[in-house]
């Protein structure tokens, strides 16, 4: 390509602090480095864990920082040492890269790199410097990723290759949401044939949850939110049954335990908020109930759990990108899509030019969208 070696201007949304709208400027992105690639993005999804940055719920971020983790590219160049990846390929970003060798890497139980950024929040590539530039600033990086940004550059270990043919304004959501969800309860849940799942909060990874528990063939599975405006969709992607807290005088695991014979199999917290994480866990049936964390709780956040409820059999989890090994399971997450295996369609409810960028988080806070993806025109 022309630009190989050469630094690329071109438009990113720059998050310059909390509580402030993104602002769309003209930013240098650096050639990659060794063990680096620069990514063309095509498609990003708006998640909520971006806007919990810029809401500043998200206390030790360092600013500014070009935000953005769900997405699919086509890599424009390759850094020295990058085997195998090549100009022209579909790529996915991982926000949990796989590095191969750390002791997390190597155990089949875990997916969770040493070399991730979350919750540490350093913002920078792997040799600690970051490729971005802006009015003269260096520009942080996002979890492994930033790709609210036309180019970006990404650490070899933080890049899926895809098959050819995925449409990448679709398998963007492989990023994210859609894995994170639906490995939460196939892989972290390990959700039964036959059992009864309730997944409170109904989002886009809420949603990919559901899918995920009907794919591994829950009998029942009971969505939770405060919006009914989210039922219909969780009906379409396999909730047999949706209520609304709101709608009762006595707490939700009390109602939740009345609706099934004293609790569920699994609970799915999908909202960040660690008195519905609270809940969600008593909602569990004793003896054998388990429940996971999917939600993102702000940094300073509590989770106060009974001691009994742990000492009667229930258990507590939780993880990051829905226990996927980053690197290892996207590209067959990406050939499952194309079997027809599941379907993105449910989730995407709109496609915006990235300029919009603040317009796609607008919705999600109005709760008027499921995930909004921005494309690059
Ligand atoms: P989104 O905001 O779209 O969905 C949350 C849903 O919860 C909305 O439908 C709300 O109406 C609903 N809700 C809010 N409060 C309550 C409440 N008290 N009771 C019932 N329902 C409620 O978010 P999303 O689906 O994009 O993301 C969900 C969470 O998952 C969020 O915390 C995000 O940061 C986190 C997440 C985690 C990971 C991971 O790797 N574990 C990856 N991505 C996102
Ligand atoms: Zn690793």
């Excluded at 020295?80 to 991982?94: A, F, N, Q, R």
């Excluded at 063939?217 to 807290?245: Q, V």
């Excluded at 399971?329 to 993105?344: A, G, M, S």
Aim: aromatic letters at 6%.
């Amino acid at each position: 390509m022309a630009t190989a070696g050469k630094v690329i201007k071109c438009k990113a949304a720059i998050c310059w602090g909390p509580k402030q709208p993104l602002s769309i400027e003209e930013i240098e992105v650096a050639p990659p480095k060794r063990h680096e690639v620069r990514v063309k993005i095509v498609a990003t999804g708006v998640c909520r864990s971006d806007e919990h940055v810029i809401s500043g719920a998200l206390s030790n971020m360092k600013f500014p920082v070009i935000l953005g983790h769900e997405a699919a590219g086509i890599v424009e160049s390759v850094g020295e040492g990058v085997t195998d990846l090549k100009p022209g390929d579909k790529v996915i970003p991982l926000f949990v890269p796989q590095c191969g060798e750390c002791r997390c890497c190597k155990n089949p139980d875990s997916n969770l790199c040493y070399e991730n950024d979350i919750g540490k929040y350093n913002g920078v590539m792997r040799d600690k410097t970051t490729r971005f530039t802006c009015r003269g600033k260096p520009i942080h990086n996002f979890i492994s990723t930033s790709t609210f940004t036309e180019y970006t550059v990404l650490d070899d270990i933080a890049v899926a290759k895809i098959h050819p043919d995925a449409p990448l304004e679709k398998v963007c959501l492989i990023g994210c949401g859609f894995s994170t969800g639906y490995g939460s309860a196939v892989n972290t849940g390990k959700v039964k044939p036959g059992s009864t799942c309730a997944v409170f909060g109904l989002g886009g990874v809420g949603l990919s949850v559901v899918i995920g528990c009907k794919v591994a063939g829950a009998s029942r599975i009971i969505g939770i939110d405060l919006n009914n405006d989210k039922f219909a969709r969780a009906k379409e992607c396999g909730a047999t049954e949706c209520i609304n807290p709101k709608d009762y005088d006595a707490p939700i695991h009390e109602v939740l335990a009345k609706m099934t014979d004293d609790g569920v199999d699994y609970a799915f917290e999908v909202i960040g908020n660690t008195s519905v994480m609270t809940s969600a866990f008593s909602s569990t049936h004793f003896g054998c109930g388990k429940a996971v964390i999917v939600g993102l709780a702000p940094s300073s956040a509590k989770l106060t759990i009974d001691p009994l409820e742990v000492l009667t059999g229930r258990t507590l989890t939780g993880a990051v990108f829905g226990g996927w090994k980053s690197k290892d399971n996207v590209p067959k997450l990406v050939r499952d899509y194309l079997d027809k295996k599941f379907n993105l369609d449910p989730l995407i409810t709109h496609y915006m030019p990235f300029e919009k960028i603040n317009e796609g988080f607008d919705l999600l806070c109005k709760g008027e969208s499921i995930r909004t993806v921005l494309t690059f025109t």
